[in-house]
């Protein structure tokens, strides 16, 4: 491997590693209907604005989200809103893997 494709797939692991944490995931899946504020999010996740705005710099700064500030408010959108695109796909890994296991107790 070259150093340009080792630099591409450290990038693309850093993008999947920031997708990776259960929060994380959900707000970008959240953010795939539209932008939100932190005050959004914060409504539907059980921790405190400092928790929820480094989850969304750690997305940041992975080139998943980008923010805009409007007055006091923070609204944050997916960067590229097909990053959520392999979603399907990893439900079927998930699906395929179940499957295997009740073949096992079968």
């Known amino acids: ?3 340009k494709q080792k630099a591409l797939i450290e990038a693309k692991a850093n993008v999947l590693k920031a997708l990776g944490h259960p929060t994380r995931l959900w707000m970008a899946e959240q953010l795939a209907d539209g932008e939100k504020c932190v005050c959004e999010l914060a409504e539907f996740i059980d921790a405190d604005f400092s ?3 480094k989850h969304l ?3 940041k700064q992975a080139g998943v989200v980008e923010d805009e500030k409007r ?4 609204y ?3 960067r590229v809103p097909c990053i959520l695109d392999y979603m399907p ?3 079927k890994v998930i699906r395929a893997k179940i499957d295997d296991q009740l073949q096992l107790i079968r």
Request: charged share 20%; aromatic share 6%.
């Open 57 to 59: 710099s750690v997305l």
């Open 51 to 53: 928790t929820i705005s």
């Open 71 to 74: 007055g006091k408010m923070v």
């Open 76 to 78: 944050y959108r997916l």
């Open 89 to 91: 796909c990893i439900e």
């Open 1 to 3: 491997m070259n150093e």
